[in-house]
């Protein structure tokens, strides 16, 4: 059963996660991202960046953990086994750059059930060590009803 | 291009891939233009390296006993590597990824990846459905996004926006 008095709720701040960058250019690889300002600090200092510019997915990376932190959590009585993602959402407030530290606030905004299934929407915002806002995620996580 | 060159991705019958990036060309964006398709075949070792990168080990993207064992057919993509696929599409059109202002999907059907040579071939388009300029004169482009791999479609509801320059 899902511990629905986590609606609602504003996680602690993750602690500043550091972007660094040999991860942008990781994951920039691994996605396939060709654009040289993801990979070569003079291109990206040429368009215009202070430094490596992080793919559009990039946030991933660091808000993931936290999401998982939440839903491995038994207290949520969440069912990470069966769970599927259904959407998300990224809404850029600046790019993120190699050398941003970056703080993460997790935020339970929905639960809905229906037919069995669970239907859970988790907020991220993300800011830098000033408090300026720099990224809002949304994930809509669903477990399946069992069959 | 280097960058390409030594993706791990065979990028397939990309009309803009390399330095075919046309930053410059997108003040002329306008309603109802269509993105240089992109086509991108993923293998289990895209994988296993997305798996590294991102930091999600979930075994159904890597072990096909786990990815049987709750109902899959088998060992299927990460929706957000699909998600990133899809990002390309939009990067590789407007040359820097700073200019994605909002990028969304839902996910509506697995890529599943054989264990063989060929992977899966995601296949993406997408079409200008609006161009607007704000107060400051700065314009944005809404971008609807296709994915789909074997004739199924994928990905659902993808949708980017995009500072275009000038």
Known sequence: MVNAAYVGRALPPTPPYRVSREKIREFALAVGEGAPVCSDVDAARAGGHADLVAPPTFAVTFTMPAMEALLRDPELGWDYSRMVHGDQSFTAHRPIHAGDELVTVLHVDELRTRAGSHFLTLRCEVADTAGEPVLTTTALLVTQAAS | ?166
């Open chain 2, 1 to 166: 291009m280097s960058e390409l060159a030594s993706s791990p991705f065979n990028t397939a019958a990309s009309a803009n891939a390399g330095d075919e990036r046309s930053e410059e060309h997108a003040c002329d964006v306008a309603k109802g233009d269509e993105l240089p398709p992109l086509a991108v075949r993923v293998t289990r070792a895209d994988l296993v390296r997305y798996a590294g990168a991102s930091g999600d080990f979930n075994p159904i993207h890597w072990s096909d006993r786990v990815a049987t064992s709750v109902g899959l057919p088998g060992v299927i993509a990460h929706g957000m590597l699909t998600m990133a696929l899809a990002g390309r599409l939009v990067t590789e059109w407007i040359g820097d990824p700073a200019a994605v202002r909002a990028f969304g999907t839902r996910f509506t059907r697995p890529v599943v990846v054989p264990d063989d040579d060929e992977g899966a071939l995601v296949e993406l388009t997408g079409t200008v459905t609006d161009v607007v300029e704000d107060d400051t004169g700065a314009r944005t482009a809404r971008v609807s996004i296709k994915a789909s791999c074997g004739g199924t479609t994928v990905l659902g509801r993808t949708t980017a926006e995009v500072r275009l320059p000038g």
